[in-house]
């Protein structure tokens, strides 16, 4: 049991210290005791808190590229004797064929059910006996795929071996074919029983109608339809040396590595590979309200968002630092508000995402049943506030310090520091782009705080999700709008005496 | 030569390198830590590392949900959250944004066998670290408005984990079904009932029994001088009263006798789902660590048996997976199969019970014997990366078994179980009489989508 769970959030990642306090951080001085803070947290301003921000630099990563183009990127990190590497290919569910939703995802999840020498048994034992890691995936709509491998380094040659093997000699055997269509069948059913899947499922299919990012899960009819050959195709396609970037984090130098991925990857045959065109996310609809009846349940799931930015739009830091402010952490608005205030909840929070297409920018929260109400007068009243009021100075600049503070932390996760480069990469962002992302940060006014809020977190569009007790929850939300009903299985419940046939 | 940190020696091991799969010396890392007793009896164990611009504090307190009474179950957790609320100089929820508008992270945790806080800070907020654990150590603030506020959070942990949750009672009720003792037959969580009739004067009470320096292990890793951080240290903590030691909780496990079973009907599950309980020893003995080898070849990973067994061969259940429960008292062996529709059960429970006969037979395979012992030893080095989770470790290791060397010396412990070791656990705990089952089965539970009224 924890006081705080913290959803994932993306953190930079950087070396190097230096102890300096050049940005103009949370100055002003202590508040003065027992001033009141935001809503859910006194402030008594009495604790010592060292004004200066620990500034932190990007390590530089290691580059090359192998003869038949594959880019290899290596950040040493020497403290413990382990190592992850990671293998980028630049194809992933956008490359899906039309209705084959899932081609990808299946395609990377059978990479290590067989290949020309090994049985699915045999990677499997020898993964496990090394104390190794092996994945592989692919997102529905993701323009990559991952296979990522980690391990003891003084296994790193055998781990590679495997790691090869599957990336590059896959034979997705018939059989394996078929069970793991089974298994995955199986699986779309026991989904349906978690609440956060149904909310998310719906909140997915609002924002983005028949773009593939609508689509929480292949559908059943797409995973029925694949077949060996289809794996076998996508695969030979696409997971080519020139369509994919090396990225390896350990303790290991380039000198050691290098001979060694010539070894395993130096004859890999690159191809040429065709280009995908990245469909843009949907215009979008008006606001509306869905209410999901999920029998038996305690909780309210509340999801409220909007369609966000691309990860490389120059919005970007706007909406990084207004997402702080509003729900971003547990220091934030609809955390202090809904729990620390309210206690509504367990947590709420927001968070937001994008890619070579618009993200969402999301913000979600758990509720007993009897609190629905007062749980979306709560997210209204955050969404509108971060709308129409100037952030306080003083919130914005602890925002900000918590941004860049967290450089210092991410410097013993290696691995984020890894996730960071290839960020880089695949989006082709500048080179010194995480050397100058503290900067960026620091320059977000209050203006640009407002304006991201007003331009994204666009009211007229809100989509609201809501999964619990329908017959409760409709109640309450049919005072903001139009409410459309759907049953656990996704399918629209039509007009009020429907209920009882489905 | 590896570059390695200051604080890390290189050590060479020769007991994993006689495997013929290892194709150079595997190296090991050492944790040196310093222990310093307080005048008030708060341990303090540092350990400098100039790695990274970090610091990393955890104060472990030693009590934890087996010291609740009847009537307050899901109180330690409870208090825990009470923590955050404010102290003499620090405001409701100002904790919180201290450590995260400082670029930190941080919680607080609670299970059966300890409560623990922690925080992890950009070097320079070493003093506000201290500043928030000692002025909570002395003086927390109990108002009845905190305490209702935190139950209503409580309260929502519990819906989101276990009752909006499938299989979330089933689990609840294992727990109930496998222990006697009332320290460990109760769920850390609590039941809705019980935080409902919780008091101010409970936590009050608490505090000033649990909540002192001699009731408490606090550890601090990361970049700073050692002397420094003490004399520091000594400065926040030394004055804080010490209280009488707590009274001991009675751990006594009563042997089981016969097998104990029960079935849920749940109307959030889609498949239904056997869970296997096995009770066996307490952590950090000879066969808790043969225990944790056999729970690793059984079902750990797609090579495991059960997973070849039951997933690929047989196609009875979409995923196996299970562990051997580290504990103060006694933990158990756990199994959980998530079924795939039309598979039942009774099938099910046979294949599990054919495997673990096997197990009980014949020995382990020698891949499988070095399978757990390298994934031992990548967690347990991967563990020692971050210096939140080597000042997380040391303090439960010391309030759980007076033994902060356990973080060096585990891999060993695990590198000295045999394959006899596994063979002789398999037949003296993984026995019928032994184990305890729940099986739930979905419930359909027809239901108008929409009624008249909203309440």
Known sequence: ?502 | MRRVSKFLSPLFVCALAVLSAQAQAPRNVRVDFKETTLKNGLRVITVEDHSAPVVALSITYNVGSRDERKGRTGFAHLFEHMMFKGSENIGSGEHIMLVFNNGGNMNGTTNEDRTNYFEVLPANQLDLALFLESDRMKSLAITRENLDNQRNAVQEERRLGVDNQPYGKSSERLQELLYDNFAYKHTTIGSMEDLSAASVEDVAEFFKMYYAPNNAVLVLVGDFKTAKALAKIRKSFESIPRQPDPPKVDMTEPQQKEERRDTLNDVLARAPRVALAFKAVPGNTPDFYALQVLAGVLQSGQSSRLYQKLVREKELVTNVGGFMDEKRGTGALYSTSTLRPGAKPEDVEAIIYAEIERLKKEPIADWELQKAKNTTRRNLINGLESSLSRAVTIGQYTVYYNEPGLINNRLDKVAAVTKEDVQRVANKYLVDTNRTVVITMPQAKPRPATSSTGQ
Do not use: C
């Open chain 1, 1 to 502: 049991m924890k006081i705080i769970k913290k959803r994932s959030h993306a953190i930079l990642a950087l070396m190097l210290i230096v102890l300096v306090s050049s940005l103009a951080l949370g100055q002003g001085g202590a508040p003065a005791p027992q001033q009141q803070g935001p809503k859910g947290a006194v402030i008594k301003g009495k604790a010592p808190v060292n004004k200066e921000v620990l500034k932190v630099k990007l390590p530089r990563a290691q580059e090359t590229t192998l003869k038949n183009g594959l880019r290899v990127v290596l950040l040493p990190a020497h403290k413990v004797p382990t190592f992850t590497m990671q293998m980028v290919v630049l194809s992933g569910g956008l490359a899906d064929k039309p209705d084959y939703h899932g081609l990808a995802s299946f395609t990377a999840t059978l990479l290590r059910e067989g290949t020309a020498k090994r049985s699915s048994k045999d990677i499997s034992e020898q993964v496990d006996a090394l104390g190794a890691t092996l994945n592989a995936n692919s997102g529905l709509s993701s323009t990559t795929t991952n296979v990522t491998s980690g391990g003891l380094v003084e296994n790193l040659d055998q781990t590679l071996d495997l790691f090869a093997d599957v990336i590059r000699n896959p034979t997705f055997p018939q059989a394996e074919v078929g069970k793991y269509k089974s298994r995955m069948l199986a699986q779309l059913q026991s989904q349906r029983s978690n609440a956060q899947f149904l909310a998310s499922e719906q909140f997915q299919k609002a924002i983005y109608g028949s773009h593939p990012a609508a689509l929480a899960s292949p559908p059943a009819e797409s995973i029925k339809r694949l077949t060996t050959k289809d794996l076998a195709d996508f695969h030979s396609t696409y997971y080519r040396p020139n369509n994919a970037i090396l990225a390896v984090v350990g303790d290991v130098t380039m000198k050691e590595l290098l001979p060694k991925l010539e070894k395993y990857f130096g004859d890999w045959q690159k191809a040429d590979v065709p280009a995908i065109a990245v469909p843009p996310a949907p215009a979008q609809s008006e606001s509306r309200i869905y209410v999901i009846d999920r029998p038996g349940s305690v909780q309210t799931v509340l999801q409220l968002g909007t369609l966000g930015i691309e990860r490389t739009s120059p919005d970007y830091f706007a909406v990084l630092v207004a997402d702080r402010v509003l729900g971003g952490g547990p220091a934030s608005r609809l955390f202090l508000n809904l729990r620390e205030d309210k206690g509504y909840t367990y947590g709420a929070y927001s968070n937001f995402g994008g890619s070579k297409f618009r993200g969402t920018w999301l913000s979600s929260s758990e509720v007993r049943t009897n609190v629905t109400e007062g749980a979306m007068k709560e997210f209204m009243y955050e969404l509108n506030r971060l709308r129409n009021d100037p952030v306080p100075m003083e919130e914005l600049e602890n925002a900000k310090r918590a941004i860049i503070g967290s450089f210092a932390l991410s410097l013993e996760q290696p691995n984020s520091l890894l996730q960071n480069v290839i960020t880089q990469k695949i989006y082709n962002l500048p080179a010194d782009y995480w050397d100058t992302y503290p900067q960026k940060v620091a320059a977000i006014t209050v203006q640009d705080v407002q304006t991201a809020a007003q331009k994204y977190l666009d009211l007229d569009h809100l989509q609201v999700v809501a999964v619990g007790d329908a017959a409760k929850a409709r109640a309450v939300l049919s005072k903001y709008g139009k409410v459309e009903l759907y049953d656990a299985e996704g399918k629209p419940v039509t007009g009020s005496e429907s209920n009882n046939n489905k």
